[in-house]
């Protein structure tokens, strides 16, 4: 096994090699940190970047592990001889906390996941292998860090009692791997993922523990600003979030088509009747269109008969197994909203308003439009967000994405078809095409081929769902 140190000395060896690569031929002038950073290549600052990430990774795993020790040494049982009492500190969290210079909860993560990962001894004197080893090795590797070792363990530290050991230890495996390639975000969605399947029947407690905490306050300061402050379970955040962001969705589309309008030439005239975008500029931040949604909608519920029109073909997607939706067991999702929902929730959403089942095509629904439509239809949009769960490229919230055709309508004469739309941000959409990116999908998956210099090989990588979404795992047993 490595030495403790030798990792972090390895780290820094590279780090020194990546920080010379990235001066200047002629040497750094000043000697300053700053004033090196400033003056290093792009490609430089980029191996540089990486270099200090993965030794803050390594340095944490190991300080993760001293966090532990201390943790031991510091037990109740020791009482006076305790560790952090003799140093001068009232328990463990705060000594680390005193440390590191970071909060007392960054300090318990770090306790947390120490514990977690460190091999154990058995009463024989024997060595057993981590609590978690899958993360224990990824953590170990520098693979992820100690804020994606924590949510996976922590996780599984909640469904432990209840979950088939063998099911919890392939889970495990999953996501030690998938912590691995995607950012924390989205790796978050999987852990919430795995957590209603490995716990089925704790889906409805932890959901009714989340409505309990719902509430809302309002209040007027001094200046006469009225501070709303709320904390919503997802089923009640769910008909406020997906209206908002409806109305906020259609003000950046009318931006984004004013902005890529074409100026007449020679000053002429707009023909009356085209689709120019606003006449006057719309300055206002995201934050602030949301709270002009928010009053918006209020103004129509209090005296307006007519529903606003983005609102009109706006619905909340709820989307679950067809044996889920039969018996009862197993959880649901909002589209928007990461936190599963129990399958009873999904039920009584479905009675107290339209239901938008998850789509997955068939005789009865006609997915492929080919050349006789240029837009994609609402059960196409349905079956792609199904897909790629949101922006197939970045994971963005499915409420800020578009379908998109992979072969231009236009340039390529492409289809209006599942296998040739994809769900795409703004930035993605346009990025991908500046690029010269490839893609490939089929009704169930979306490869996202990078252009040669970005990849000599152009080595397909997975996109959609598929990058945060488990796969389906069975016990080992």
């Known amino acids: 096994m490595e030495q403790p140190l030798h990792s972090l000395e390895r780290d820094v060896a590279a780090l020194r090699a990546a920080w010379a690569g990235a001066m200047p031929a002629f040497g750094a002038i000043g000697g300053v940190t700053q004033v090196e950073v400033e003056q290093m290549s792009d490609a430089g600052l980029v191996r540089v970047t990486d270099a200090l990430a993965r030794v803050r990774r390594d340095a944490e795993a190991l300080l993760a592990r001293v966090a532990a020790e201390v943790s031991t040494r510091s037990s109740r049982e020791s ?80 469904v432990r009692v209840r ?50 905490e719902r509430m809302l306050t309002m209040r007027e300061d001094a200046a006469g600003m009225v501070h709303l402050r709320a904390r919503l379970d997802p089923e009640t955040a769910a008909p406020i979030k997906t209206a908002i962001e409806a109305l906020v969705g259609d003000v950046l589309r009318r931006r984004e088509r004013g902005a890529g309008a074409a100026v007449p030439v020679g000053g002429g005239a707009t023909p009356v009747g085209s689709d120019q975008g606003p006449v006057v500029d719309d300055p206002r931040t995201i934050p602030q269109i949301q709270a002009d949604a928010l009053a918006a909608i209020a103004r129509h519920s209090l005296g307006c008969e007519q529903t606003l029109t983005p609102l009109a073909k706006t619905t909340v997607v709820v989307r679950l197994d067809h044996d889920t939706l039969i018996d009862g067991l197993g959880h649901a999702r909002i589209d928007g909203i990461d936190q599963p929902i129990s399958a009873a929730t999904a039920r009584r959403m479905s009675a107290d308003a339209e239901l938008i089942p998850a789509v ?63 769900m795409l941000c703004s930035f993605c959409h346009h990025g991908i095409h500046r690029e010269g990116w490839d893609i490939h999908a089929t009704r169930t998956d979306v490869w996202f081929i990078p252009p040669p210099h970005i990849d000599p090989q152009r080595t397909p990588r997975p996109g959609g769902r598929t990058r945060f979404t488990l796969p389906t795992t069975r016990s080992a047993a």
């Open 79 to 158: 009482g006076e001889s305790s560790l952090a009492r003799v140093q001068g500190f009232h328990n463990p969290v705060r000594m680390i906390a005193a440390s590191t210079g970071a909060s007392r909860s960054d300090a318990a993560k770090l306790i947390a996941v120490g514990t977690a990962t460190a091999g154990r001894q058995s009463f024989g004197g024997d060595r057993l292998p981590a609590r978690y080893p899958h993360v224990a090795a990824a953590l170990e590797s520098g693979r992820i860090g100690v804020d994606a070792a924590s949510a996976i363990t922590g996780m599984l530290d909640r």
């Open 163 to 212: 979950a088939d050991p063998g099911l919890a230890d392939t889970t495990e495996q999953v996501l030690a791997d998938l912590a691995g390639r995607v950012p924390l975000d989205l790796l978050l969605r999987g852990v919430r993922e795995a957590e209603a399947r490995l716990d089925q029947d704790g889906v409805e407690p932890r959901e009714e523990l989340l409505r309990g």
């Open 360 to 422: 997955f095509g068939g005789d009865s629904l006609p997915l492929d439009l080919g050349r006789a439509a240029r837009l994609f239809s609402k059960a196409q949009r349905l079956a792609l967000a199904e897909r790629d769960g949101g922006c197939a490229s970045c994971g963005q919230n499915i409420a800020y994405v578009d379908a998109h055709h992979i072969n231009w309508w236009e340039r390529d004469t492409g289809p209006t078809d599942l296998s040739n739309g994809v």
